[in-house]
């Protein structure tokens, strides 16, 4: 009875913790899901290093690297449990409705019994094989990568996502300065209506006034629904919820105070995060090429088995008694001759990495050409603020002086009005010039390599 109750003990134990082993997970699961159904913080008045921060912590692009990075570990954990010992279990059971019948010395002799069962225990253990080497080898650069591609991909949100603020903050602008035209409008239009009335001057001015003041109204309704398609780009980028409202909060003052940047820095292409890639990316190949010149070491391995047979007529005695085996082995493999495939491996292997230097030279001249480029979109921007601001200005004055030589009966309402346009164009020009400034400083910051995340 005693061979008889083993087998039934070893399936109730593994069934048992088996199932503990699932209980015992189901708490992180259930965590797990509690915390991914957790909804995001909206933002209140959001500035721009609030916007960058939501969009790397919500924007699926990046969500997605992480995950990748999660999988590229486990997938390392996998390779390297080739190191370990690797023990199985295997049971069967099988009844022979008929034995195999042989004839021996013109006899016919039945050759087994009816009822079978075994169980057996494997072990394996990789000592050298050249696959886990360099898994093992490699195992911190492939990590690194994954990290570093997570990096690329958080700086190149937060450059877009910069710049969305911006074009986001120049229409919110031009709005402010339509509304504040309106006041002013609508309050020149009582003025030219109560001279109308008192027989000061005829309609035309009436009229001029009503036109101007539609045009900037009309101006109005446009931007705010530019704004809405550029705030919807924006929380695009950001990963914010489409149906939530998002407000965008500014310094007009703390903008222009940031707007200068040291124009006499030097590129080094090495703070690149792309240079970081590729420098892994040669390290990565490197490893390979050394691995293809291993291809001719051997593998080495051991292996071994316990083996629990039973064999009886009868099935209420299969187990009755037991007829054990087991089995020590040590495998050699060598690669005598492969037909030249080892060779052309490394070959192979020494072309990639003479490619990525190639790609190396490549990222120099294209960070030295987008730093150029940048730089001298940053300066023409510059210049045109300085200029933008001049005439705003002036626009002012010119306004200012204007109005009171109307009220005073000297200049004419459509000089009024001229210098009233003027001054918009001169406010809407100059914001627009603070924030292109603004955003071709951070392509120059980009290809100076100081926005890496």
Partial sequence: MNHCSKPQKTMRLALSSAFLFLTSFCPIFSQAIQESSKETPLLQKATLQDVVNYAIKNQPVIQQSLIDERITENQIRSRLADWYPQINFNYNLQHNFIVQTSIINGNPVKLGVKNLSAAQFTLSQQIFNRD???????????????????????????????????????????????????????????????????????????????????????????????????????????????????????????????????????????????????????????????????????????????????????????????????????????????????RANTKVAEWQIKRVDWDIKGLQQNVNAEYSAALANYKGNLGLLLAQKENMDLAREVYDVLQLQYKSGIKTYLEVVTSETDLRLARINYYNALYQVLASKIDVQKALGQMNY
């Fill in 132 to 342: 886990v080497l360099l898994a093992n080898q490699t195992k911190n650069d492939v990590l690194l990568q994954a990290s570093q591609n997570t990096s690329f991909n958080k700086t190149d949100l937060a450059v877009n996502v910069s710049k969305a603020f911006y074009d986001v903050l120049a229409t919110s602008q031009q709005i402010d300065v339509a509304e504040e035209d309106i006041v002013r409008l609508e309050r020149s239009l009582n003025d030219a209506r109560n001279q109308y009335n008192a027989g000061i001057t005829d309609k035309i001015d009436f009229k001029r006034a009503t036109i101007s003041l539609n045009n900037t109204r009309a101006s109005k309704k446009s931007y705010e629904e530019v704004l809405k398609s550029k705030l919807q780009n924006l929380k695009a980028l950001m990963g914010y919820p489409v149906e939530q409202e998002l407000e965008v909060s500014y310094d007009t003052l703390q903008m222009e105070r940031e707007v200068t940047l040291d124009t006499l820095q030097n590129v080094d292409f090495t703070t690149r995060i792309e240079y970081q890639l590729l420098s892994t990316q040669k390290k990565l190949l490197e490893a390979n090429l050394q691995y293809n010149k291993w291809s001719y070491l051997p593998n080495l391995s051991i292996n071994g088995a316990y083996n629990l047979n039973f064999q009886n007529n009868q099935f209420t005695e299969l187990y009755n008694r037991n007829y054990p085996n087991s089995f020590g082995l040590l495998t050699l493999s060598l690669p005598i001759y492969q037909g030249g495939r080892r």
